[in-house]
């Protein structure tokens, strides 16, 4: 049986005192799911501080494609770990479109995260001009193979993955939990005998209202929240109902 994730992206929002907050809300938070926050790197501390003796697990937005060395800016997964972080988030929907990120970097971050004890959480998605043309199913199994490739075939197996129709998320077109459910069984199907305890995420508008209906589905293991996860009694109600 595979236990549900709720993770939470805050994204670029916050200062210290709401951070504070934020974690302060988290500290009461019970629920049977696993809970994992990603703040922003400047708060990753102040987070893992504040977070410190409780089931909430803390992770980074992103990472670099690279062990280490001459990469101004960067952060690598090793440094990551050293500090306490758990999990990572890779191939963001926003880091796709908004930076460039190709399927190829997207892969080599997932490597890295692995080498480095990180619990990588694969982004997959397709945008509304891809799905209109009907390349959702062969744009997802080119992201995984890709991965598969650089990371080895059992890379997988018991990973996380976040399905992202970029499409649904604030176009005024949401997913349906028919539409989101066929591609999560796909991407099942697509790993095999290995996909059976890998965990499939959905992010994309998630609230209260939609959180109990989309972890009925068979394939959906759980939520990757965005805006909603800043909202702490939002966030934790969204938890308990996992």
């Known amino acids: 049986m595979r236990r549900p994730l709720v993770a939470g992206n805050w994204k670029m929002n916050g200062d210290k005192k709401n951070i504070a907050t934020l974690v302060a809300g988290l500290l009461s938070l019970k629920c049977k799911a696993d809970v994992v926050v990603f703040p922003p790197y400047v708060y990753i501390l102040q987070v893992?501080?504040?977070?410190?003796g409780t089931a909430v697990a803390v992770g980074a937005q992103n990472i670099s494609e690279y062990k280490s060395g001459a990469y101004?800016?960067?952060?690598?997964s090793e440094m990551l770990r050293d500090i306490g972080c758990q999990y990572c988030l890779v191939g963001h929907s926003e880091r796709r479109s908004l930076y460039g990120e190709n399927d190829r970097q997207v892969a080599k971050k997932f490597h890295q995260a692995q080498l480095a004890g990180?619990?990588?959480?694969?982004?997959?998605?397709?945008?509304l001009k891809q799905r209109e043309k009907g390349k959702t199913f062969d744009l997802i199994s080119a992201q995984i193979d890709t991965v598969l490739d650089c990371a080895g075939v059992?890379?997988?197996?018991?990973?996380?993955i976040a399905y992202e129709p970029v499409w649904a998320i604030g176009t005024g077109k949401p997913a349906t939990i028919d539409q989101i459910q066929l591609v999560h069984q796909y991407i099942r199907e697509k790993l095999g005998a290995s996909g059976v305890k890998t965990r499939i995420l959905y992010g994309g508008s998630v609230t209260p209202a939609n959180t109990a209906e989309l972890l009925f589905q068979a394939d959906i293991d759980g939520v990757l929240v965005g805006g909603a996860s800043l909202d702490i009694d939002t966030?934790?109600?969204m938890c308990q109902l996992a």
């Open 154 to 160: 059992n890379s997988l197996s018991d990973a996380i």
């Open 72 to 76: 101004t800016g960067e952060i690598s």
């Open 48 to 52: 893992l501080t504040g977070l410190s």
């Open 118 to 127: 990180l619990k990588p959480i694969l982004c997959l998605g397709e945008t």
């Open 235 to 237: 966030f934790n109600e």
